[in-house]
């Protein structure tokens, strides 16, 4: 299996990006992988561990600051257009990964690969930790800031195949956001939204308030990309402010110091618990062609590899099928 | 001075809501306070202690499943309803305080009372604590599912004027909520409302993300009703899945919870930051004729007792003729 790596996207590229792929080429007997970037950067890095990498040389480098579509369209040499270019033109290569910049992944997918035939547009999904011993998908995050009843459809149909590929569930609860769980409440878009969900072939959950998205009782929480992203990163904030004010508390008297060394298994419980990256480190890009697993910017070489792993499993358990499916099923429904 | 309230509105109604009032009228020697709901009840739990307390006996109760219109209309005889009846008649009656549904309140505001002439929408107002020292206003956090730019605009005054008063900050930092913090960045109504607070009376930091929300760099966080009741609820939730997975994981190790013991100080430091409801307890619903403050309904004496004395604070403070000021300010910059 071929998977194509953005050797030069994210905060420490292209080091941990090149080490991320050889722990995976490593790790899976059967992977071949495609470095695109400086060809003499990644050959340094690599230094001889070259078996079953390819390396298709890229010049250029999309940056945060560039304009998402113009990136794409004027930085044909760089280590994004350039994977693109490999995941568009071959055949056997399956899927892409990259830290870049969200905005030009986005773009690039829907300039170079093109939706899905039926899904109006692809949506980014990523997954935060909950309180019990389950992680909740967040459909859309902010890929769609902009979006109608039926764009919350397909998200919730894409989430809830994702969903049930990685966590090897069946029927995973699809919740909509809501300002309260009652039907009826919610803006214009949720209210019209909800018959859409509760006549797709789901199993939607109803509305859930977003102080419910890390209560453990959703999996799939189906939002607007506006509103999905104020709350995935007020919730990941609201956790890293909690972690602050204790640290700093710990650090200010010496019985908590102490009391810290006692309680080592309940805050490395913790650690894991929220450790998500670790888990599932990339966002895939649901609803394009082909496998698009976008990275965070700050990722290192064990998430790049889990990343690449993460595509691979897409991959054979046929997700972008699964969406097609799920799509065949709607409009079964609608037909009845 | 004279406030009315809702005696029996809220979980823990009529007693927690009497005995709250009565710790007021104890604590503020020029209070008096006016008590809506069934009279006999409310005479049992004062029991003799009646200094400056009036009742206004009303034998209906709004409940949460209410229509908030509906009940507003139709049940003349609630003591939310004669708590609005009470403020609207009599004019040395300052402000009115209710645990009761929050809809129901906001509906009983416009409808009985009004919005301050220029006001296109009144909005909710809660406080979240940060991970520093300073307390976050969200405002809107649900009144309004549904906003235009002029909307925004007058959450941001309300807000930047609520704030320095409760606060006594001058020019608080006002943001305004979107999905990445650049100008430009943002929904359709986050891109046609920046330039509005740019030009506002106000300290417009900029657009800010939800993970900015409880970092201390923001004082008011401006959103629409959905976004923010979103953020809102997402961030307690959050920091709610936190203390649970700790609190599991502490009853599940002996060693944590001897380190519990040694940590006390530190967790009772965490608790004194994220109890905002002892520091706030109400949300005054800014941008009525008249102050309208709505506690939790699950608020207890303690709270009460502080959103009383918010009310004679923020009418001592001449909260609604600042309001009205920074309208007249605003209307002078457009007119330069």
Known sequence: MKIVVDAFGGDNAPLEIVEGAVQAIQKNKDLEIILCG??????EILNGRDERIEIVDAQEIVENSDHPTE???KKRDSSLVRAYDVLKEREDVVGLVSAGSTGAILAGAIMKIGRIKGISRPALAPI????LDNDVLM???GANVDCKP?????FALMGSAYYSIIYNKENPRVALLSNGSEEGKGNELVKETYPLLHNAPINF????????YMSGEVDVMVADGFAGNALLKGSEGAVNAVLSVLKKSIKSHFSSKIGYMFMKKTFNELKQRIDVQGRHAGSPLLGCKKLVVK??????RINICASIEQTIKLHE?????EIENSLVKLNLAEGE
Do not use: M, Y
């Not at 935060?128 to 309180?131: C, D, S, W």
């Not at 990275?295 to 290192?300: E, K």
């Open 38 to 43: 400086k060809t003499d950067k990644i050959k």
């Open 71 to 73: 990136a794409i369209r």
């Open 128 to 131: 935060l930790p909950t309180k």
């Open 139 to 141: 459909v859309d995050s």
């Open 150 to 154: 039926i764009n919350l459809l397909h």
């Open 205 to 212: 959950i109803g509305n859930k308030e977003g102080g419910d």
């Open 295 to 300: 990275n965070h910017g700050s990722c290192n």
């Open 317 to 321: 358990k046929h997700l972008i099928a």
